[in-house]
C-alpha cells in the first residue's frame, strides 16, 4: 500500500522546536521531490518548503525562511522538516507530498498527500 505518513507533531512553547519526519510505505521517498505544507481549519493551504531528490536543493516560503529547515534522512528514507523558533501563527496540520516528479519547480502539482500531524504552538 502506497502512503506518506508524517510524525513528530505535538505542543510546543513559543520559541520552542519540532522536528517533523515524512516517511513513505510502498514506494521508496528519495526517488521523488518532497514538499511540507500546513493547513489551518479555514484558511488556505500554504506550502512550506520542497525538496529536490536530483540534488537536495530546497525552496522555502518567506513566512519560515531562517526558522526552519528541510532535509532527507536517507538512512532512514524520510524527509524531516526542523522548526524552530516556533511562534503561536505556526499552529496548524502539517503535511507532506509529492507530485512524483524529482525536481522543486515552484509549480509542482502535489497529487499526493499524507494524513497530516497537528503542531500547536500555545504557552
Known amino acids: 500500500q502506497v502512503q506518506l505518513v508524517e510524525s513528530g507533531g505535538g505542543l510546543v512553547q513559543p520559541g520552542g522546536s519540532l522536528r517533523l519526519s515524512c516517511a513513505a510505505s510502498?514506494?521508496?521517498?528519495?526517488?521523488?521531490?518532497i514538499g511540507w505544507f500546513r493547513q489551518v481549519p479555514g484558511k488556505e493551504r500554504e506550502e512550506l518548503s520542497c525538496i529536490s531528490s536530483s540534488d537536495s536543493s530546497v525552496v522555502y516560503a518567506d513566512s519560515v525562511k531562517g526558522r526552519f529547515t528541510i532535509s532527507r534522512d536517507n538512512a532512514k528514507d524520510t524527509v524531516v522538516l526542523q522548526m524552530n523558533n516556533l511562534k503561536h501563527e505556526d499552529t496548524a496540520i502539517y503535511y507532506c507530498?509529492?507530485?512524483?516528479?524529482?525536481?522543486?519547480?515552484?509549480?509542482?502539482?502535489?497529487?499526493?498527500w499524507g494524513q497530516g500531524t497537528q503542531v500547536t504552538v500555545s504557552p
Open positions: 507530498a509529492t507530485d512524483w516528479g524529482r525536481l522543486c519547480s515552484g509549480q509542482n502539482e502535489y497529487t499526493y
Open positions: 510502498g514506494f521508496t521517498l528519495g526517488y521523488y521531490a
